[in-house]
């Protein structure tokens, strides 16, 4: 099965950037759809966005669509998720999963996940 670990989480200001990298290794990456969820505190993990085998379809959110973008580059073995114009509501931690379905969004769907990384975002 496929390990993942996440990184770049930290804490931003509202209206910042930052971008989550996500680093596969143990089985082919190129085999998984990716997803990204999100958890915060006293809240169900949720989903974020998803992205195909080789990057060739994306899925989103409705609270993020148009703010984060979701990537993945199979030569590194990783996945990324740009985050744009954050808002204080986006503060959680951040997981990757690995789904053998392509742009599922319940979490069950998925059968390998990171450890997660914080992202907090104040005002």
């Known amino acids: 099965q496929v390990q993942l670990v996440e990184s770049g989480g930290r804490l931003v200001q509202a209206g910042d950037s930052l971008k989550l990298s996500c680093a596969a290794s143990g089985h082919p990456f190129s085999n998984y759809a990716m997803g990204w969820f999100r958890q915060a505190p006293s809240k169900e993990r949720e989903f974020v966005a998803a992205i195909g085998w080789s990057g060739e379809s994306t899925f989103y959110a409705d609270s993020v669509n148009g703010r984060f973008t979701v990537s993945r580059d199979n030569a590194k073995s990783t996945l990324y998720l740009q985050m744009n114009s954050l808002e204080v509501e986006d503060s959680a931690v951040y997981y990757c999963?690995?789904?053998?379905?392509?742009?599922?969004?319940?979490?069950?769907?998925?059968?390998?996940w990171g450890p997660g990384t914080q992202v907090t975002v104040s005002s």
């Open positions: 999963a690995a789904s053998v379905r392509l742009g599922a969004t319940m979490p069950s769907s998925y059968d390998a």
